[in-house]
């Protein structure tokens, strides 16, 4: 059977460094910190006391009005809000599309998980007849983006969503990318949507002991490489990514930013939260996902780490990297983005995946921010590009995202020749 090629040919995003595409890719490159004092509660009680907020968030703004806005969760706003601009960006004309072809897959870590804690807060509270909204159900569930976004587009083919922690997004992407290339279909909306900036997330995270509790220095405390790093930096929304067969993107005289080539994944089977301290899952799941593109290792010229800033995460990535690439590692540029978004969850592929889209359509390399410590078990000789953005040629790019349980996932990119 013949392989289809995949293309990606629209993008859409909102995210603490930008509502829209053209303010993420201008502040990606700029080096932007998206950290704040959380506003969304009181975090009086709370160790970690900052996230990563989408900034000046009105939901009027894009669209969604009261009442919608009382039967969709956060985590589906975002998705709807960047699956928009992300639809408008393709030019697709949906109805000249056979609908039957085009399917939605999503990916989100934790879903609606601030509508499920409201109302069990509220039902608490009330201490009488269980009186929750009818909307509970349908709010909370992982799976009501893709459906709510399939009904919006009437898109009837494959809709569902990967929960796979933080490599929820990049799981629901390869499973997208695997659909057409399979041809069943030939377009797929796909990327993934979080909205984790809650009480239960930041304590639930905090008590694991795996966010920074850095507040004296909350805009630079998302340091991945860096010495001082004390873990991860909660962030939230959404990234949006529309793939689609590249013959029928050619037929439609479509925008093609870049060609999706290949996609890994892989478990650890060694801890629940810790990664493999040599990085055994990683290196394998970067190995698959080159074969699978069909991708020599010394063609890759700019993988976007999953660089949390955790002290094991970190040194373990770096690890299998140099496992795996040997001296063509000190010829790749690497990036931890999550210095300037924080860790968007089960978001965190699909956003990072547009820093990589833009590293390609550009040739800008998004930089490593708020590093200033040496760490004696990280290699320097890497080129982690650190503070500022570096201008090279990139052919080919690949995320990395790791989650809870081992997941590893791992996607690439190539220019379109």
Same mark, same amino acid.
């Given at each position: 059977?013949?392989?289809?090629?995949? /293309? %990606?040919?629209?993008? !859409?995003?909102?995210?603490?460094?930008?509502?829209?595409?053209?303010?993420?890719?201008?502040?990606?490159?700029?080096?932007?910190?998206?950290?704040? +004092?959380?506003?969304?509660?009181?975090?009086?009680?709370?160790?970690?006391?900052?996230?990563?907020? /989408?900034?000046?968030?009105?939901?009027?703004?894009?669209?969604? =009005?009261?009442?919608?806005?009382?039967?969709?969760?956060?985590?589906? #706003?975002?998705?709807?809000?960047?699956?928009?601009?992300?639809?408008?960006?393709?030019?697709?004309?949906?109805?000249?599309?056979?609908? =039957?072809?085009? !399917?939605?897959? %999503?990916?989100?870590?934790? @879903?609606?998980?601030?509508?499920?804690?409201?109302?069990? /807060?509220?039902?608490?509270d009330g201490g009488k007849i269980p009186r929750f909204s009818p909307f509970l159900i349908p709010k909370m569930i992982p799976d009501?983006?893709?459906?709510?976004?399939?009904i919006k587009y009437g898109f009837r083919g494959p809709n569902y969503t990967t929960v796979s922690a933080c490599a929820s997004s990049?799981?629901?992407?390869?499973?997208?990318?695997?659909?057409?290339?399979?041809?069943?279909?030939?377009?797929?909306?796909?990327?993934?949507?979080?909205?984790?900036?809650?009480?239960?997330?930041?304590?639930?995270?905090?008590?694991?002991?795996?966010?920074?509790?850095?507040?004296?220095?909350?805009?630079?405390?998302?340091?991945?490489?860096?010495?001082?790093?004390?873990?991860?930096?909660? !962030?939230?929304?959404?990234?949006?990514?529309?793939?689609?067969?590249?013959?029928?993107?050619?037929?439609?005289?479509?925008?093609?930013?870049?060609?999706?080539?290949? @996609?890994?994944?892989?478990?650890?089977?060694?801890?629940?939260?810790?990664?493999?301290?040599? !990085? %055994? @899952?990683?290196?394998?799941?970067?190995?698959?996902?080159?074969?699978?593109?069909?991708?020599?290792?010394?063609?890759?010229?700019?993988?976007?780490?999953?660089?949390?800033?955790?002290?094991?995460?970190?040194?373990?990535?770096?690890?299998?990297?140099?496992?795996?690439?040997? =001296?063509?590692?000190?010829?790749?540029?690497?990036?931890?983005?999550?210095?300037?978004?924080?860790?968007?969850?089960?978001?965190?592929?699909?956003?990072?995946?547009?820093?990589?889209?833009?590293?390609?359509?550009?040739?800008?390399?998004?930089?490593?921010?708020?590093?200033?410590?040496?760490?004696?078990?990280?290699?320097?000789?890497?080129? %982690?590009?650190?503070?500022?953005? #570096?201008?090279?040629?990139?052919?080919?790019? +690949?995320?990395?995202?790791?989650?809870?349980?081992?997941?590893?996932?791992?996607? /690439?990119?190539?220019?379109?020749?």
């Amino acid at each position: 059977m013949e392989l289809k090629r995949v /293309v %990606l040919t629209g993008i !859409g995003t909102i995210n603490p460094i930008g509502n829209n595409i053209s303010e993420y890719f201008g502040n990606l490159d700029a080096g932007l910190s998206g950290a704040n +004092m959380i506003t969304r509660f009181d975090t009086a009680l709370f160790k970690t006391k900052f996230a990563c907020e /989408v900034k000046d968030y009105d939901p009027a703004r894009f669209g969604i =009005d009261k009442k919608e806005e009382r039967k969709i969760d956060r985590f589906t #706003q975002y998705a709807f809000i960047a699956t928009g601009e992300a639809m408008l960006d393709s030019g697709i004309d949906t109805e000249k599309l056979n609908h =039957d072809r085009a !399917g939605v897959i %999503l990916g989100t870590g934790i @879903g609606g998980i601030e509508t499920l804690f409201q109302e069990i /807060v509220g039902y608490c509270d009330g201490g009488k007849i269980p009186r929750f909204s009818p909307f509970l159900i349908p709010k909370m569930i992982p799976d009501i983006a893709p459906g709510m976004i399939s009904i919006k587009y009437g898109f009837r083919g494959p809709n569902y969503t990967t929960v796979s922690a933080c490599a929820s997004s990049t799981h629901a992407m390869i499973d997208a990318f695997n659909t057409i290339r399979l041809g069943k279909a030939d377009i797929m909306i796909t990327g993934g949507s979080e909205a984790g900036i809650t009480i239960p997330s930041i304590g639930g995270f905090n008590s694991a002991q795996a966010m920074s509790t850095n507040n004296e220095n909350y805009k630079t405390a998302s340091r991945p490489f860096d010495r001082t790093r004390d873990g991860f930096v909660m !962030g939230e929304g959404s990234g949006i990514l529309i793939f689609e067969e590249y013959e029928h993107a050619v037929a439609r005289g479509a925008k093609i930013y870049c060609e999706v080539v290949g @996609g890994g994944m892989t478990a650890d089977a060694f801890h629940i939260t810790a990664p493999h301290p040599d !990085g %055994l @899952g990683a290196t394998n799941v970067m190995k698959h996902a080159l074969e699978d593109a069909g991708i020599e290792i010394d063609a890759v010229d700019y993988i976007n780490v999953h660089g949390t800033a955790t002290p094991l995460g970190d040194i373990a990535e770096l690890k299998a990297i140099k496992a795996l690439f040997g =001296d063509h590692a000190y010829k790749l540029n690497i990036s931890a983005t999550k210095s300037m978004t924080g860790h968007l969850l089960g978001a965190a592929g699909s956003v990072e995946a547009l820093a990589c889209v833009h590293a390609i359509y550009s040739d800008i390399i998004p930089p490593t921010i708020n590093f200033e410590h040496e760490d004696p078990e990280i290699d320097y000789k890497l080129n %982690l590009t650190l503070n500022k953005a #570096q201008k090279r040629e990139v052919n080919v790019a +690949m995320n990395n995202t790791f989650g809870f349980g081992g997941h590893n996932s791992s996607i /690439v990119f190539k220019k379109i020749k």
